[in-house]
């Protein structure tokens, strides 16, 4: 038995074939055939693979990773400052006073950052806790944002002479998003998160903006019919059957949405709302409601628009989800919002639901992006 002892010690030690080598000796030496049979060892040897120093038999698939809580992975975890010879600097050709002056600015910037996280970390422990968290009164609120504002605004000073991809400055504007997201519920999603790439479509602002293409337009002669029959004209070219999920917190936009819905406003579809963002991903994630379409505000409470977003494309979720905002329409909100997988955005005015004409306003909308759909061969 001490052979064996020594073997299982070299399998451990030996990376992949050596491994492998290794329990096929023992195979011929009887090792596995003892005890699984002749026919048996040899296909479970056969299957085997080596991954990570482990053989896994019978096409064992690789250990999932686990994921690491917030806890460990910021608030647990300190920072440590990149050493100054391996600071990876921005400066081309820098002299020895630039040097000098980018160093001595990253030694205060990340000193600055330690205390913060020194006075922050309680903090974020027991918000991290469910027994233990608590809602913010807004004064406490402000008063932390404008700290988080402070170092934020101080570790921007960096992006000038330090790369993105020093460890510890990743490292740094992670935590931050962690803490403001934690500060601010309402603001989850909207500062961190990978982009979602889309090899069937490319950014254009008429078509994000979801604007009528030329040519499309209403006519002079539809334009002089009566309101409730264009309406009905537009509703009539939508596609059939389609269920839609709405996310305000402004109650009046989703119940004028609910008492319309039946008459004027995406007649031939289903409407259901919602006031927070996880009761709606409850929707979707225990009960496996499925959506068609889904029109979310940016900022709502329970995480809004983005991390709404992430959290639906993460689980591969591939339906419709277009923002509605009382921002103005801007390229580089349309493109931010393109790349954290929104397909199209309606800037709407507040109080919007009070006139008259939202409903074919809002329905042309989703008219035109059918339309950019069908012609460009979108996936979604």
């Excluded at 469910?130 to 170092?151: C, F, G, W, Y």
């Excluded at 604007?211 to 019919?225: D, I, V, Y």
């Excluded at 889904?294 to 979720?317: E, H, K, N, S, W």
């Excluded at 103005?328 to 800037?347: C, P, V, Y």
Aim: net charge positive; aromatic share 10%.
């Amino acid at each position: 038995m001490k052979w064996m002892a020594v073997l299982l010690v070299l399998c451990a030690a030996f990376p992949c074939m050596a491994q492998k080598n290794l329990a096929k000796e023992a195979l011929g030496k009887g090792a596995l055939t003892e005890a699984l049979g002749k026919n048996a060892g040899r296909n479970l040897l056969r299957s085997a693979r080596v991954v990570q120093g482990k053989i896994l038999l019978n096409g064992a698939r690789r250990p999932a990773r686990r994921a690491v809580p917030p806890l460990e992975q910021y608030v647990l975890k300190s920072v440590a400052p990149t050493p100054l010879y391996k600071l990876p600097l921005l400066l081309y050709e820098p002299s020895q006073r630039q040097q000098a002056e980018a160093m001595l600015s990253y030694m205060q910037v990340m000193d600055e950052f330690k205390d913060f996280k020194t006075d922050m970390d309680p903090f974020l422990y027991y918000q991290a806790k469910p027994s233990e968290s608590r809602v913010l009164p807004d004064s406490e609120r402000a008063t932390l944002m404008q700290k988080i504002s402070h170092i934020n605004a101080r570790l921007a000073t960096l992006s000038y002479v330090v790369s993105p991809n020093d460890p510890a400055l990743k490292a740094a504007h992670e935590y931050m998003v962690y803490a403001t997201e934690t500060v601010s519920p309402v603001l989850r999603g909207m500062l961190g998160g990978k982009q979602v790439t889309r090899p069937d479509r490319t950014f254009k602002q008429e078509e994000f903006f979801l604007h009528t293409p030329k040519g499309r337009q209403e006519s002079a002669l539809a334009s002089l019919l009566p309101g409730s029959v264009r309406t009905r004209q537009v509703a009539r070219t939508l596609p059939p059957g389609l269920t839609m999920a709405v996310l305000n917190d402004r109650e009046s936009v989703l119940k004028k949405m609910q008492e319309l819905n039946a008459t004027v406003f995406c007649p031939e579809w289903k409407i259901y709302t919602y006031t927070n963002t996880e009761d709606l991903l409850g929707e979707i994630r225990r009960h496996n409601v499925k959506f068609d379409v889904i029109l979310t505000d940016i900022i709502v409470p329970g995480g809004g628009g983005y991390y709404l977003t992430a959290a639906l494309r993460d689980q591969g979720f591939n339906g419709v989800i277009l923002a509605a905002t009382a921002y103005q329409e801007d390229e580089k909100l349309g493109l931010g919002l393109f790349n954290k997988g929104f397909d199209g955005m309606f800037s709407l005015p507040q109080g919007f639901e009070e006139g008259k004409d939202w409903p074919r306003e809002l329905m042309k909308g989703f008219q035109n992006y059918f339309y950019y759909r069908d012609l460009n061969g979108w996936k979604r």
